[in-house]
């Protein structure tokens, strides 16, 4: 079955070091309904963009490669049919709800490459 890659734009990601399992409960529910259907086939949520460190040319610099606005919160791989089966699984992602979206796109190859 064709994969689809769904990266999640939000104004920043919920998935900070403190944060309780109230707060990531509606983003757990989404996941688990994933999981449920045998449809999601990894995931990974990021940390908030005060986190991240950019490298550029000039060098490295502190935040998120965008200068600002949304950021890329997390990203899943699902498995659907067609990328209209994606879209209809990604879209009941809480970060729609929330002012922010998702984008998908097909998998063109990769996978894990090393296990740790």
Known sequence: ????AVLIYAND???????TKEELKECDE??????????????YALTPRDHARTIRA????????G???????????LNATDIDEALDLA??????LTGGGVEVRPVHS???????
Request: aromatic share 8%; proline share 9%; no cysteine.
């Open 1 to 4: 079955m064709p994969e689809f």
């Open 13 to 19: 990601s919920l998935h900070a070091p403190e944060a």
């Open 30 to 43: 989404h996941f688990d309904s994933l999981v449920t259907t045998g449809r999601m086939r990894i995931a």
């Open 58 to 65: 000039a060098g490295p610099a502190d935040g998120p490669y």
């Open 67 to 77: 200068a600002g606005g949304d950021v890329v919160a997390g990203f899943y791989i």
């Open 91 to 96: 879209r009941k992602d809480p970060s729609i």
């Open 110 to 116: 990769g996978g894990v490459v090393a296990r740790t």
